[in-house]
Nanobody, 124 residues
Framework: VQLQASGGGFAQAGGSLRLSCVAR????????MAWFRRPPGKERDFVAG????????YYADSVKDRFTISRDNAKNTVYLHMNSLKSGDTAVYHC??????????????????WGQGTLVTVSS
């Protein structure tokens, strides 16, 4: 199983970025998916989750109304659309998968699979 995250880079405060996570070696439609992030010198935190069928999403308070998680199971891809970026969003972002898990529980239960990170840097 491989989760390949991409789309990180530099952005100015107030700007936008879109992260992608392509899954290989698993049937994405069977997995709840989530994005986590690790800011410099801090612990990894849950950012957003989406149920395996895309019917429900759940967000950390810090990103609610700014970030949107979505999925395209036909493309085996999950996205994180990040708007109104702040310097506090600077972090390495990881995608994660857990079989048949709800959006909320993706932030509670340990994922089965992790992707490598993609770095997002937001300048103020």
């Amino acid at each position: 199983v491989q989760l390949q995250a991409s789309g990180g880079g530099f952005a100015q405060a107030g700007g936008s970025l879109r992260l992608s996570c392509v899954a290989r070696g698993l049937t994405l439609s069977h997995y709840g998916m989530a994005w986590f992030r690790r800011p410099p010198g801090k612990e990894r935190d849950f950012v957003a989750g989406i149920t395996w069928d895309g019917t429900s999403t759940y967000y950390a308070d810090s990103v609610k109304d700014r970030f949107t998680i979505s999925r395209d199971n036909a493309k085996n891809t999950v996205y994180l659309h990040m708007n109104s970026l702040k310097s506090g969003d600077t972090a390495v972002y990881h995608c994660a998968a857990r079989e048949y898990t709800t959006a909320h529980d993706m932030g509670v239960l340990n994922p089965q699979f992790w992707g490598q990170g993609t770095l997002v840097t937001v300048s103020s």
